[in-house]
């Protein structure tokens, strides 16, 4: 039994198998349509969520399965007291397969542990949101043709973000990607990613503030929200939210086949006026998700194709 605790968990071998499924399954979509028949996906959700959790869903009703879960810490016993490691065990008698979310780094893992079932990561606090990542890998893939040889902006709180410290611990395996990290001084990206995942790697990359200055090198720019619930005070958040604001003047400084992507949800630091631009992808981008989802389903419940 496998679960999906880090987008290293899978090798980019495997990356690209499941990117051919998820183009099958979006090809054809009816060759799947009861390949979950009679499997439940449980989506346990301590932390709010729209994209991930709804993904889920319809990524298992897609395959014909069913779903069950919460989508709240105050609407499942953990506002009683119940520890995770107690909740999956009861969890993995009622469905075959689980996406969970969780304000802690580390719940899903301390999960995965006491489960009989396939656990999978939908975000455990600062640290890592793999879907989100295969999300982003998907959404490459398809848009570019391939992922290598890419000048990546990263462009936002690169501190408390978790899509960013997953995707850069996953692109970091793709031949020539060279990183722009653009983010005010107290969002930079923590050490760790920075010394055990880019040096280590030998990755190129240079970190700046200013978008503009980024922006004409970009292949790649993705945006980020400021992670308003992980701050210690909400002034420090006031003061950050509206750093970056990518607008339509700026995207004039930006390549013809940049991509802008983004995992949303987005607060002000995408102006809507930027979402008629070709070169916005991040709803084709949440659209992915399901595709990426299903196959990810799929293969951890080890369907045989009929
Ligand atoms: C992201 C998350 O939850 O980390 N959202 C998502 O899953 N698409 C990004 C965010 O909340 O800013």
């Given at each position: 039994m496998r679960h999906l605790m880090s987008p290293l968990d899978f090798t980019t071998e495997e990356l690209e198998q499941l990117m051919d499924l998820a183009d099958d399954m979006?090809?054809?979509?009816?060759?799947?349509?009861?390949?979950?028949?009679?499997?439940?996906?449980?989506?346990?959700?301590?932390?709010?969520?729209?994209?991930?959790?709804?993904s889920f869903e319809a990524a298992m009703l897609n395959l014909g399965g069913s779903v069950l879960g919460f989508s709240s810490a105050d609407s499942s016993s953990a506002a009683k007291g119940e520890s995770v490691s107690d909740t999956i065990r009861v969890i993995s008698s009622y469905a075959d397969i689980c996406a969970m979310r969780?304000?802690?780094?580390?719940?899903?893992?301390?999960?995965?542990s006491h489960s009989r079932i396939p656990v999978i990561n939908a975000g455990d606090g600062g640290h890592q949101h793999p879907t989100q990542t295969l999300t982003d890998l998907y959404t490459i893939r398809s848009l570019n043709g391939s992922i290598?040889?890419?000048?990546?902006?990263?462009?936002?709180?690169?501190?408390?973000?978790?899509t960013v410290h997953s995707?850069?611990?996953?692109?970091?395996?793709?031949?020539?990607?060279k990183f722009i990290l653009i983010s005010p001084e107290e969002l930079r990206i923590p050490?760790?990613?920075?010394?055990?995942?880019?040096?280590?790697?030998?990755?190129?990359?240079?970190?700046?503030e200013r978008l503009e200055d980024a922006m004409p090198q970009l292949d790649i720019l993705y945006m980020?929200?400021?992670?308003?619930?992980?701050?210690?005070?909400?002034?420090?958040?006031?003061?950050?939210?509206d750093f970056y604001i990518l607008n339509s003047e700026k995207m004039t400084l930006a390549k013809d086949n940049m991509m802008v992507l983004h995992p949303l949800p987005r607060v002000n630091e995408i102006s809507v006026e930027v979402d008629d631009d070709p070169r916005a992808a991040y709803f084709k981008q949440a659209q992915y998700g399901v595709y990426i989802r299903m196959a990810l389903i799929y293969t951890l419940l080890e369907v045989q194709p009929c």
């Open positions: 979006r090809l054809h979509p009816e060759q799947y349509a009861d390949a979950c028949h009679g499997k439940k996906l449980a989506t346990c959700f301590y932390e709010p969520s729209t994209r991930t959790r709804l969780h304000p802690k780094e580390g719940a899903p893992l301390v999960a995965s290598g040889n890419l000048t990546i902006g990263l462009c936002g709180d690169l501190k408390f973000g978790r995707l850069i611990n996953a692109l970091v395996r793709y031949p020539n990607i050490e760790y990613i920075r010394e055990d995942v880019l040096d280590r790697n030998e990755i190129p990359y240079v970190e700046m980020t929200r400021v992670q308003r619930e992980r701050f210690f005070n909400e002034e420090d958040y006031l003061r950050m939210k």
